[in-house]
């Protein structure tokens, strides 16, 4: 499949299809910490970077099996939102699957009424906002030139008040970049504000685009303590049931999340409902094909996929 992939274990999301609507690497922005890669083309032109038909085609496929998932996910190697035909996918979506859907968004497109007007219907939206300032906005997601910071927060605020979206407010804390105790007290002052039914806590814990650092728990938990949000949770993941699934068929699906994303093994035996050794065994394969390789981030292994 070229634009579904997964499911794929999301620590925030539990177990879901991700859908990607804009090739490698168009995005809005170019965030220090992104597990993608560095943008290469930054834009914030709406256009059908993928074709509807086919994306359609590939969800029919999966899902008539009914597969047993927690959300539909559109994310992927960019911004979704720069993807022109979201709505009439939404709508494809709900007129013939009864599955939540999620989005995943840095939160750049959210103030257009175009966007607001096709993103509604989906069950979970998840912004970013991960400053408070618009120099620290500059510094951690390098904005395509013109984006302001007020837009963001104008988006996100519209989303919630004018939408029956659930909003989970995400922001990811870097090392020196976006975590000084002003910068933490204004962006609690803006969560206070916007009131999100979540805020997600999270910090860069795979290797990131450019060589930032993330931050402990500890230091999370003492964010969290701070802004006193009463929805606030620490991002963390979980486990889900072993299954049987064939030596093919298993490289393939481990190609299909590392590809996305760096994974350590544990993390993709997780999520694909597999012993550590299976994952092993694929990955071995996998390098031998010249498909991955290993990294190291943090003092851990990660397997990476070879675009
Ligand atoms: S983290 Fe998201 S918003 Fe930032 S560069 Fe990567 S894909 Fe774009």
């Not at 910068?183 to 206070?192: A, L, M, T, Y």
């Amino acid at each position: 499949m070229k634009y579904v992939f997964g499911p794929v274990f999301s620590r925030r999301l539990g177990f879901s299809l991700g859908v990607d609507l804009v090739p490698y690497k168009v995005c809005s922005m170019d965030c220090l910490y992104c597990e993608v890669g560095k943008t290469s083309e930054k834009t914030t032109s709406r256009l059908e970077y993928v074709p509807l038909d086919s994306v359609k085609s590939e969800l029919g496929e999966f899902l008539k099996a009914s597969p047993d998932i927690d959300f539909i996910t559109f994310s992927g190697y960019g911004e979704p939102t720069l993807y022109s035909k979201l709505g009439e996918l939404v709508d494809f979506l709900k007129e013939n699957y009864s599955y939540r859907l999620a989005l995943l968004t840095n939160s750049s497109l959210l103030y257009r009424d175009d966007v607001l007007e096709e993103v509604k219907k989906i069950d979970v939206v998840l912004p970013s906002l991960d400053a408070a300032t618009q120099s620290t906005f500059e510094k951690i997601n390098r904005p395509v030139e013109g984006l302001k910071l007020e837009q963001l927060v104008e988006g996100i605020e519209r989303l919630i008040k004018e939408t029956p979206c659930e909003v989970w407010v995400e922001t990811l804390f870097v090392k020196g970049v976006n975590d000084s105790p002003e910068e933490v007290e204004k962006i609690g002052e803006i969560i206070h504000q916007l009131k999100p039914h979540k805020w997600q806590l999270n910090t860069v814990v795979r290797p990131p685009a450019y060589s930032v650092k993330g931050l402990s728990l500890l230091e999370l938990e003492k964010i969290k303590e701070r802004v006193g949000y009463p929805s606030t949770e620490i991002v963390a993941g979980f486990k889900r049931e072993k299954r049987k699934m064939g030596a093919l068929e298993l490289k393939n699906e481990v190609y299909g999340i590392v590809v996305r994303r760096p994974c350590p093994i544990d993390e993709i035996a997780s999520a694909l409902g597999v012993s550590e050794e299976e994952v092993e065994r694929a990955v071995s394969l996998l390098i031998e094909e010249g498909k991955v390789r290993e990294i190291f981030f943090g003092g851990t292994p990660y397997v990476k996929g070879i675009v």
